[in-house]
């Protein structure tokens, strides 16, 4: 596309919804797997410690999982960044700063997640008998990898979720239907989970939510020659 002067207009603004789609959607599937794989390998109940450092089964989950969380991170910042570049300058700095300091915070209990169930498999792998000191060790390393996943990375996941909801009610972003279940996933994430296992599967979900209708809006936008962005969404 060629401006009046000749030049080369930039396509940002049709690229950014596409980014945001395709980036939440890789990020969505990545973490949702990821958290899946670390429920399955690491328990919830601590006398079942003598059991998990024997069977190696378990052990692959958790090395699959951590394969798969840096990417998940780097998706989602990428998400991220995509999502506010869409909003532009109608953001509301208050919501704004909570959907930046929320996601971060969220991709750094991945990482710190991903390198405590790390050391834990770098010991546990030291051998297949369980003596006492390698008991207490893979216990505490146990708790600590389930309350960031449960206590803390939700927590912030929950906030994320709040406040872009609320930027995407505001500026008619998002249907009604989207913006019910992310406050719907936001109480899920703030009280029901650790109560209930697998529960912390919602968050993806919602990302994948999210980016589809993203990517149907802006399709139908380009599809039609309409306007990209916010007012792309709030006239579909």
Same mark, same amino acid.
């Given at each position: 596309m060629r401006t009046t002067d000749g030049a080369t207009a930039p396509a940002q603004g049709l690229r950014t919804p596409r980014v945001a789609a395709v980036a939440g959607i890789v990020s969505a599937v990545l973490l949702g797997a990821a958290i899946l794989l670390v429920r399955l390998a690491v328990p919830e109940h601590p006398e079942e #410690?003598? =059991?998990?450092?024997?069977?190696? !089964?378990?052990?692959?989950?958790?090395?699959? +999982?951590? +394969?798969?969380?840096?990417?998940?991170?780097?998706?989602?910042?990428?998400?991220?960044?995509?999502? %506010?570049?869409?909003?532009?300058? +109608?953001?509301?700095r208050f919501f704004a700063t909570l959907f930046l300091g929320s996601g971060l915070l969220f991709v750094a209990m991945l990482f710190v997640l991903a390198a405590t169930a790390g050391s834990l498999l +770098?010991?546990? =792998?030291?051998?297949? !008998?369980? /003596? #006492?000191?390698?008991?207490?060790?893979?216990?505490?390393?146990?708790?600590?990898?389930?309350?960031?996943?449960? /206590?803390? #990375?939700? %927590?912030?996941?929950?906030?994320?979720?709040?406040?872009?909801?609320?930027?995407g009610r505001g500026l008619g972003i998002f249907p009604r239907w989207l913006v019910w279940l992310g406050y719907l996933v936001a109480l899920v994430l703030l009280f029901a989970v650790g109560g209930t296992s697998h529960l912390e599967v919602v968050f993806p979900l919602w990302m994948l939510a999210v980016s589809s209708h993203v990517f149907v809006v802006t399709l139908r936008s380009n599809r039609n020659g309409g306007p990209s962005g916010p007012a792309a969404a709030a006239g579909a």
């Open positions: #410690a003598v =059991d998990w450092i024997r069977d190696t !089964s378990q052990r692959e989950f958790l090395r699959t +999982a951590l +394969a798969l969380l840096p990417f998940a991170g780097i998706f989602f910042l990428w998400f991220m960044g995509a999502v %506010r570049d869409f909003v532009g300058e +109608a953001e509301d +770098a010991v546990t =792998d030291v051998s297949t !008998s369980a /003596s #006492a000191a390698e008991r207490v060790l893979w216990q505490y390393g146990r708790h600590l990898v389930l309350e960031l996943l449960t /206590s803390y #990375a939700t %927590r912030m996941a929950a906030v994320f979720v709040v406040s872009t909801t609320t930027i």
